[in-house]
Every structure is written in C-alpha cells, then in structure tokens.
C-alpha cells in the first residue's frame, strides 16, 4: 500500500470520526432542547379559559337546537292531528255556504 493508500484510509477516518461527533453533539442539543419544550407545556395550563367560554356557549346553543327542535316535532304533531279532524273540503265550483 503506497503513501496515496495511506492518505485515502486517514481522510476516510477522520470523516466518520468527525461525523459521528458532529451527529451526537446534534443528538444530545435534540434531547436537551425537547426536555425544555416538554417541561415548559407542563407549566402552563392546559386550557385557555377563552377556550372553556367558547364550550360553554356551545353547549348552550347545542341546548337551544335541541328545544327547538322538539318544538317544531310537537307543532308538526299537532298540525297533523287537527288536521285529519277539519271537515272535507267542498269540491271546487260548487255552492258557496257562508255564515250570512
């Protein structure tokens, strides 16, 4: 193996050496950073109470849906039964009753 040889085999080396260093060096800022950001969003409050307002008034709508919803089911049925009690309807063209 000649001084090229020789030459070749140290660059090749000192790239994997200095690749390896430079991986974990961004390995370990990786974790360290993470450790940070996961201790911080366990300070803070989970909620934001703009976020616990806006749940309560869609509850409340939700709330509101729902009787009307019920209303327009009961009007619907009463319709319906005081309907099939009206008297039928004169055929068109006959003779007008009227209460005179």
């Given amino acids: 193996m000649g001084n090229?040889?020789?030459?070749?085999?140290?660059?090749?080396?000192?790239?994997?050496?200095?690749?390896?260093?430079?991986?974990?060096?961004?390995?370990?800022?990786?974790?360290?950073?993470?450790?940070?950001?996961?201790?911080?969003?366990?300070?803070?409050?989970?909620?934001?109470?703009?976020?616990d307002r806006l749940e309560q008034l869609v509850d409340a709508m939700a709330m509101q849906v729902d009787r009307v919803t019920e209303a327009q089911d009961f009007l619907t049925r009463v319709v319906t039964e005081r309907r099939s009690q009206l008297p039928a309807r004169p055929a068109p063209g006959g003779e007008a009753v009227t209460p005179h």
Avoid: C, H, K, Y
Wanted: glycine share 10%.
């Fill in 4 to 51: 090229g040889g020789m030459v070749l085999i140290a660059v090749t080396i000192t790239l994997l050496v200095g690749s390896s260093i430079v991986a974990s060096i961004g390995w370990w800022q990786t974790r360290r950073r993470l450790r940070q950001l996961e201790g911080r969003n366990a300070a803070e409050p989970r909620t934001d109470p703009r976020i």
